[in-house]
């Protein structure tokens, strides 16, 4: 298995359908940890001039170097390899076929895009329908309340905002109005049936309060005296934060790839989006600058997205005997393969499963 934007940990190999796949055919199970993440750092310091050895294009070459490497120490150079992972299993059997004969790409977003707003729209439509228009109600009201003093005031007021927050800074607002919706999107993506109806059974329940607004800022609410502090700049200065295991090592270097490969940012501009219109593409591509510097801006964000599709071939990778399993539930699948490719390439999309649902050993609630 390929790791991905996080630290690799032997639960993923001992707790997911594979390892019940290893004992079946007596198969060895190897997990990789991708370079840049968990322990695998191979620079002092994550300054933006080192994160330039970060791609998938390394790590698909650390890939073939640590399985060539494996085999030969093993004594298993006779031995068929099964590559599994998202989108690094595809792209791994396309580029290196003579070592792998095939993959799983589980929830596998193999096109790149910058303005991901078919992501909101996926989480939109994945909740009930009452639950769905309250929560556009919800941001309607919040979009219009943004638009004057007094309604900054009373956001400030139900959302438990510091006084930093002003609502004149567009930054600021953005990043409130991402801020409120990022729960919600974790719990769709990895199908938190619990939370996702915890979360609706408040904003459905009028006795909670008397707008659909009211009643989804309660899910931001503190402790009385204590308060929120929403600033993009504090943001920005977590992420710019260039030593290796700080808290937000990981997400430093995933942003990067984004700015420099996939795009991915998670905007409104869907129609079935419930969340408001005020999520802008521009807002994210301002990271990349913010963080890394002049030198990645919106047009090289979108140059490096061109180049990643061109390099991996998008929705079409050229491809033989692999399987892309999605789950309808999960933001993720609209980026992937949903229809075979060829005789030997299959795609499937689960009803009502989520990210990497298939990846999990089975219990008896699956469907």
């Known amino acids: 298995m390929i790791g991905g934007e996080g630290a690799a940990s032997t639960a993923l190999l001992t707790s997911m359908y594979m390892a019940e796949l290893a004992k079946k055919f007596n198969a060895y199970t190897v997990l990789l940890e991708h370079r840049y993440y968990g322990e695998s ?144 999107e974790r719990y769709v993506q990895y199908n938190s049936k619990a939370q996702m109806n915890q979360v609706c059974a408040i904003v459905n329940d009028e006795k909670r309060g008397a707008t659909p607004l009211e009643r989804y800022a309660t899910l931001f609410q503190v402790m009385p005296g204590q308060c929120r502090s929403i600033q993009y700049k504090d943001f920005v200065a977590g992420l710019k934060a260039d030593r290796s295991g700080c808290n937000l090592a990981n997400t430093r270097n995933w942003i990067y790839q984004t700015c420099t490969e996939f795009g991915y940012y998670q905007t409104t501009g869907h129609k079935d989006s419930a969340f408001g219109a005020n999520l802008p593409v521009e807002f994210f591509t301002n990271w990349c600058t913010d963080v890394y510097g002049p030198e990645i801006m919106a047009q090289t964000v979108r140059k490096a997205v061109d180049n990643t599709n061109a390099y991996y071939g998008g929705y079409k990778p050229v491809v033989t005997n692999v399987v892309f399993p999605n789950g309808s539930n999960d933001p993720w699948h609209q980026l992937s393969v949903l229809h075979d490719l060829i005789n030997s390439t299959k795609s499937t999309v689960i009803d009502g499963y989520a990210h990497c649902g298939d990846m999990y050993a089975p219990t008896g609630a699956d469907i």
């Open 41 to 184: 750092v191979p620079v002092p310091e994550l300054s933006t001039e080192n994160l330039k050895y970060l791609s998938s294009e390394q790590a698909l070459k650390d890939t073939e170097e640590f399985i060539l490497n494996l085999k030969k120490k093993l004594s298993l150079e006779s031995n068929k390899l099964v590559d599994r992972a998202g989108n690094l299993a595809a792209w791994f059997r396309e580029k290196y076929p003579n070592i792998a004969v095939g993959a799983i790409a589980s929830s596998a977003p193999v096109e790149a895009e910058v303005d991901f707003k078919e992501y909101l729209g996926v989480v939109s439509t994945a909740l009930s329908k009452q639950c769905s228009d309250n929560i556009r109600k919800a941001f309607k009201q919040l979009d219009d309340e943004l638009k004057t003093p007094s309604g900054v005031a009373n956001i400030r007021k139900l959302f438990s905002l510091c006084d930093t927050f002003t609502g004149t800074n567009a930054m600021d607002v953005h990043y409130f109005l991402q801020s409120s919706v990022v729960g919600l």
